[in-house]
């Protein structure tokens, strides 16, 4: 029997955006392709601001949160997505001891891009082993909050601690997670749903 779950994405300013708008793409398809087959959409996901309003995005896309940090519900996954703005949110305290209770009732605790960041210093994340966009890598190891930090790999788990790569291997990194809640045929599904086959990356010169 599926389980019900309450994933939650957290945004800011300064925000990737393919760092959480990938993810939702994966675990809200997810639930559609459930509904195709018949079954209740089990997993409610939500965005979560500090404020609960709009935050702009790195490249400039405004999204507005579903609730704050305060109105929350428990969550069963949490994901924290990248972009420059996780330098300032890393001296957040408030955010940050947010994340940090939040994911202690987690299932899952995950992070794209430099969103690794946040769950190192939080906590989280710290002694585990990680990743990152590949530009940051340098920064968060000499950080010393990680047990390693490893490069040449979309994404990587130590524990219930899943973090991906940057921006785009957060698709990949959510579609894993969709085959670990729900199986790996649903995940598969959930990918040819997307369309999602990203070999060959670039392929203009053919």
Not at 116 to 133: D, Q, W
Not at 154 to 176: K, P, Q
Not at 192 to 206: F, T
């Amino acid at each position: 029997m599926t389980r019900n779950r309450t994933i939650g994405i957290l945004i800011f300013d300064g925000v990737e955006e393919l760092d959480f708008v990938g993810p939702y793409e994966v675990f809200t398809m997810s639930n559609e392709v459930h509904g195709y087959e018949g079954r209740e959409r089990p997993d409610r996901v939500i965005l979560i601001s500090e404020t609960g309003g709009k935050v702009t995005g790195a490249k400039g896309m405004t999204v507005e949160a579903h609730v704050s940090i305060a109105d929350a519900p428990p969550l069963d996954v949490i994901l924290v997505p990248g972009g420059m703005g996780t330098r300032r949110e890393a001296k957040n305290t408030g955010l940050l001891q947010w994340i940090a209770k939040a994911a202690a009732g987690c299932e899952w605790v995950t992070s794209v891009c430099t969103g690794s960041l946040l769950l190192c210093v939080a906590g989280p994340a710290k002694g585990k082993r990680v990743t990152t966009h590949w530009s940051f890598i340098p920064a968060l190891r000499e950080m010393d909050a990680s047990a390693a930090v490893l490069e040449e790999v979309r994404y990587v788990r130590d524990g219930n601690v899943v973090t991906a790569a940057g921006v785009s291997a957060g698709i990949d990194m959510a579609l894993w997670l969709v085959g670990q809640m729900h199986g790996e045929d649903h995940a598969r599904k959930t990918q040819r749903a997307m369309q999602y086959d990203p070999a060959p990356p670039y392929a203009a010169a053919v």
